[in-house]
């Protein structure tokens, strides 16, 4: 049986009739796309052949979409008509990921069910003094560093903030890298992962499970270094909970909320499930995060007079005293919040979203899928397209605040899916922005953020998040 998303609106068309780049025997494409740069390379060629056309890594064949209307469509229809792929799976499982993020059917609805009170807004609510302490641990490491007249690097200390409140809010477990730690294990396995899910996502078979390399052993012995230190957090998480009954009706962690979701013995998310969840919020709240923040650093330096109206809005909302700073007032922050997304329409930390059908389908304009086609949709072309965003090269966050006559930007919920849509939408979305909202606010409310005047250009990098590169940030106190 052949599912539609909708009736097509175009004759048929098969995969192989769709156009795309060359491709060379055994290999395909394999050999044009660099890890490092796979998601301009795909955008690249989506101005080339089109929002839909083919390729292929050595012998798996891929549909690229870069579509914001049947990408939405897609993305949307999971977990029903779509699911992450079977790729995606074994990428994950193999790197000790393979949590809520990765799986699919039934497995996916049980961890989501389990997962989703830990980020309920009375939790969140609980964990905002946490921020706000590491907030102003990452203004004392700046201010040592100016101090200092030293030169630094910005996107590292804000890596360094995320990795502080993500292993703090997620476990409880406290790696003071803003304070100078000397061990660096933590943040270096974590790297060393997600280079490694960079790496492996291009081939289309798990080729390291059968043939042993110094890096595959050194990846290993990063997972494990991780595991371990997540199963003594969730023994002393427990622990906690069964000391202190306290802790059931306001979890002081997201490991603890996970712990008491699992109300019995059938309903509950086992050690090594609670493992890949860890893991894989350790990855998305280091590296993601830090990226968001970094790029709209980068976007207020070149644009300083916004950094006076997140001033403004800081002094409005707080009563001119930012140490006030509570749940209410970030979700209060809508300029500072239109800033963050406005980075995330040209800068999108997750350019690429990977699904696969769960039976043969034909997409709306009339695409011919069997059952496990592999597709990549592009999510940065949707917040490029004229049809829907009014100069969209141009860094405009006023474009997505609300008036009476535009209560909702129309972008949002058309093409903007930095956070994905549908059942499968990111839980963690609001904790991102909160993070974001807490760091932006405090660093224009303290800091002159620009760049230097011979400052490099800056790049992109791909490495399962896409970051930036060359990235030079001064920020001087204010006065």
Known sequence: MVKGINSPVLPSRLLDDLPGPKQKPILGNFTQISPESFHTDLEQWAKEYGPFYQMKLLNKQYLVIADPKIGLEIIKQRPKLFNRTERLEWLFEDLGFHGVFSSNGDKWKRQRRLIMPAFSYKTLANFVPHLNALSINLQTAIDKKIAAGTEFNVHQLLQFFTIDITTSLVFGYQTNMLSGSVDTRLRDNIDRLFHALNKRGKYPFPWWRYIRTPETRRIDKSREEVYQLAVSMITKAKADLAENSALTEEPETILQAMIVASDSEDNKLTDDELFANILTLLLAGEDTTSNMLAWTLYYLAKNPHLQQQVID?????????????DLAALEQFEFTEAILREGLRLKGTAPLISAEPTED???????????????????????????????P????PERWLSTPEKPVCPHLQSSHIPFGAGARHC???????????????RLCWYYVISQPELAPEVGEEFAFTMRPTNLALTLMPRK
């Open 313 to 325: 809005e800081v002094s409005q909302v707080c009563n001119g005293d930012i140490e006030t700073l």
């Open 361 to 391: 389908t034909v997409l709306s304009n009339g695409i011919k899928l069997p059952k496990g086609t592999a597709i990549f949709i592009l999510t940065r072309p949707g917040g490029l397209d004229e049809r829907v965003v009014v100069c």
């Open 393 to 396: 090269e141009t860094f405009n």
């Open 427 to 441: 839980p963690g979305e609001r904790l991102a922005m909160m993070e974001g909202k807490a760091v932006i606010a």
